[in-house]
């Protein structure tokens, strides 16, 4: 397990890639598989008219709970992994659930008991190149990260300076990826 200590917060503030508010213009510019990490932001890609091979959700958005017409619209997804993710953290069993959804063929969707928020660190580590993974910005939009060896590289760094066993979590993440 990792956490996010006070002093990281701030690096994730900015945006991790150009952020959109109109989904079709995001899909347009996006590689695949694209991994989406939030409930409106799940949402907006599936009222697009895409399905993301990974869907990381917990009912909830600025902390709290998502709407009727959002939770209604990603209710009782075909596949499905439940996992259990404290706020603030990244869990082995988040790690885990990402990698085999990403082999799986079929769109999955990963629901957190919890928080997904800092999902978006490990799914560009698992994901092959050229993939996208999108996340909410709050009251901005949503956030479009390529997957590129930078990205991967910079996602790796933040990791790496989370507490925790920063290692372990690596060497599962590069062993899955």
Do not use: W
């Amino acid at each position: 397990m990792l956490t996010l200590p006070e002093d990281l917060r701030g690096a994730f503030k900015d945006p991790f890639g150009p952020v959109y508010t109109d989904a079709a213009a995001l899909l347009a510019d996006a590689g695949h598989p694209v991994i989406a990490v939030g409930d409106v932001v799940t949402y907006h890609l599936r009222e697009a008219g895409h399905v993301p091979a990974v869907a990381v959700v917990d009912g909830r958005t600025k902390r709290e709970a998502v709407g009727a017409e959002i939770s209604e619209a990603l209710a009782d997804p075909e596949r499905r992994r439940d996992v259990e993710n404290p706020p603030g953290a990244l869990s082995e069993p988040l790690c885990a659930a990402l990698a085999d959804s990403l082999d799986d063929e079929d769109p999955v969707t990963v629901v957190v008991d919890g928080e997904e928020d800092l999902a978006a660190l490990p799914a560009v580590l698992l994901a092959p190149l050229g993939a996208t993974v999108v996340y909410g910005q709050p009251d901005e939009g949503m956030v479009r990260i390529d997957v590129t060896d930078a990205a991967k590289a910079e996602m790796r760094s933040l990791i790496e300076r989370m507490d925790g066993d920063a290692a372990c979590v690596l060497d599962a993440l590069d062993a899955s990826g």
